[in-house]
């Protein structure tokens, strides 16, 4: 999508040179120490090491906690996070989150620093080459300024990430030996693998994959990028859900990020982890489902959206006549299949409502449990409270499988529709 061209911005020089030289030292070096020395699995465990330390420290730290506040952590957690995620070399947390959460807020915009809109190289990577807009005044995170573990890294961010990063490759070279190898291998070939990873997500997470939950942003998830980015590539879900300390919802998904952040919590190294709640899950995914719905009928068809419309509108109150008009309206075997989407329709809407339900019962529940002071009755209310969450968990499954049901039932009307 073309855009009116950005202001003229100064470049800045150090981006520049990092960005450009780097690759093509790192790349060049790796394969030349390659012919001449040869790698072997000492300078690939150490660089997969390192590649896990600093990638998980951008994306647990830099971006769920301290961009996104998706869960709380100690001092010495976040410590590490600044330090390890300082080696990434992708600038200071503070500087980092400013530009995300300004990302969060003005996604495709020109308020957006790495606006996809504007092209793929330019989301990737072009837009760190120039001054920001805002003149690096950081307003937007004021809590991670008032943090002094990010102050301090802030101001010190390049001797942080030289050190850092000098340390990853002397220490992976006294066990490992082979420090010219570790050099190359474990300190500059990583800088820029993971630097170039956490740019996709800027770019090609904006342009190839699935929008399941909303299509507001150009935001996609993509499975493939979640492989090599640590759970990053389920960025349609992000977008929609952005404090939600998983990107991959789903046990299945690959998103190691969680799964470290759920650890971290399991040895009250991380508290607070915030899941948005099932029943919003369901319901944004069921709202999008719909409008895709919508918009395949009406490229098949204009006048049946509205007609669509108006019939969902008179459900509650008008089921026959909605059905007599629809028996009227529909042809073949379309009729059937049209009764069971409405059926289905109301299926998933009482089952989130259900969820809902329980979900504020159980919370009030808790509550109780919390309060009382007599242990008899706060044993009564635990044993609740143990039952809510059982019927929790079922109705989950349900909804889960209700909605799926619907969107089967929604795929085969449009290709009843569609001939």
Same mark, same amino acid.
């Given at each position: 999508m073309s855009r009116t061209a950005l202001p003229r911005r100064p470049l800045i020089w150090l981006n520049v040179w990092i960005l450009t030289v780097l690759p093509v030292v790192a790349i060049g070096?790796?394969?030349?120490?390659?012919?001449?020395?040869?790698?072997?699995?000492? +300078?690939?465990?150490?660089?997969?090491?390192?590649?896990?330390?600093?990638?998980?420290? !951008? =994306? &647990?730290?830099?971006?769920?906690?301290?961009?996104?506040?998706?869960?709380? $952590?100690?001092?010495?957690?976040?410590?590490?996070?600044? /330090?390890? @995620? &300082?080696?990434a070399c992708e600038n200071s947390a503070i500087a980092w989150c400013s530009d995300h959460r300004y990302h969060h807020g003005e996604t495709d915009t020109d308020g957006d620093p790495y606006d996809a809109t504007r092209g793929f190289w330019y989301s990737h990577i072009g837009w760190i080459f120039f001054e920001g807009t805002r003149d690096n005044s950081y307003s937007n995170v004021p809590d991670?300024?008032?943090?002094?573990?990010?102050?301090?890294? #802030?101001?010190?961010?390049?001797?942080? &990430?030289?050190?850092?990063?000098?340390?990853?490759?002397?220490?992976? @070279?006294?066990?490992?030996?082979?420090?010219?190898?570790?050099?190359?291998? !474990?300190?500059?070939?990583?800088?820029?693998?993971?630097?170039?990873? =956490?740019?996709?997500?800027?770019?090609?997470? #904006?342009?190839?994959?699935?929008?399941?939950?909303?299509?507001?942003? =150009? $935001?996609?998830?993509?499975?493939?990028? $979640?492989l090599f980015t640590f759970g990053e590539g389920y960025h349609n879900y992000h977008h929609s859900f952005q404090s939600d300390y998983r990107n991959g919802p789903r046990w299945w998904n690959c998103d190691p990020t969680k799964?470290?952040?759920?650890?971290?919590?399991?040895?009250?190294?991380?508290?607070?982890?915030?899941?948005?709640p099932v029943d919003v899950v369901l319901a944004t995914r069921f709202k999008q489902s719909c409008r895709s719905f919508a918009g395949s009928i009406e490229a098949v068809e204009e006048d049946e959206v509205g007609e669509w419309s108006g019939l969902l509108a008179e459900k509650k109150k008008q089921i026959l006549a909605r059905r007599d008009q629809l028996m009227e309206s529909l042809r073949g075997s379309r009729v059937a299949l049209s009764e069971q989407l409405i059926a289905a329709e109301e299926r998933v809407q009482l089952r989130i409502e259900e969820i809902k339900t329980l979900r504020v019962e159980l919370r009030e529940r808790m509550k109780s449990a919390a309060a009382e002071t007599s242990d008899e009755l706060r044993r009564i209310i635990k044993r609740e409270i143990k039952h809510l969450r059982r019927a929790m968990r079922e109705?989950?499954?349900? &909804?889960?499988?209700?909605?799926? @049901?619907?969107?089967?039932?929604? #795929? +085969?009307?449009?290709?009843?529709?569609? /001939?």
């Open positions: 070096g790796t394969i030349f120490y390659g012919m001449t020395v040869g790698i072997t699995w000492r +300078e690939i465990l150490a660089a997969m090491v390192s590649w896990l330390l600093t990638g998980l420290a !951008v =994306t &647990a730290g830099y971006h769920r906690l301290f961009a996104h506040r998706g869960y709380k $952590s100690p001092a010495v957690v976040r410590f590490f996070y600044a /330090t390890l @995620g &300082a080696a991670l300024r008032a943090d002094r573990i990010l102050a301090w890294q #802030h101001r010190n961010y390049i001797a942080v &990430a030289t050190i850092t990063n000098l340390a990853l490759a002397g220490l992976a @070279g006294l066990l490992l030996g082979r420090f010219l190898g570790m050099f190359l291998i !474990v300190c500059l070939l990583r800088i820029v693998v993971v630097q170039h990873m =956490t740019f996709l997500i800027n770019s090609a997470a #904006h342009m190839w994959g699935s929008q399941p939950w909303s299509k507001a942003t =150009t $935001s996609r998830d993509n499975w493939v990028l $979640s799964w470290l952040i759920w650890c971290l919590g399991r040895v009250g190294l991380a508290s607070s982890l915030r899941r948005t109705a989950h499954r349900t &909804a889960k499988e209700t909605l799926v @049901g619907w969107e089967r039932l929604v #795929h +085969e009307y449009s290709l009843c529709a569609a /001939t």
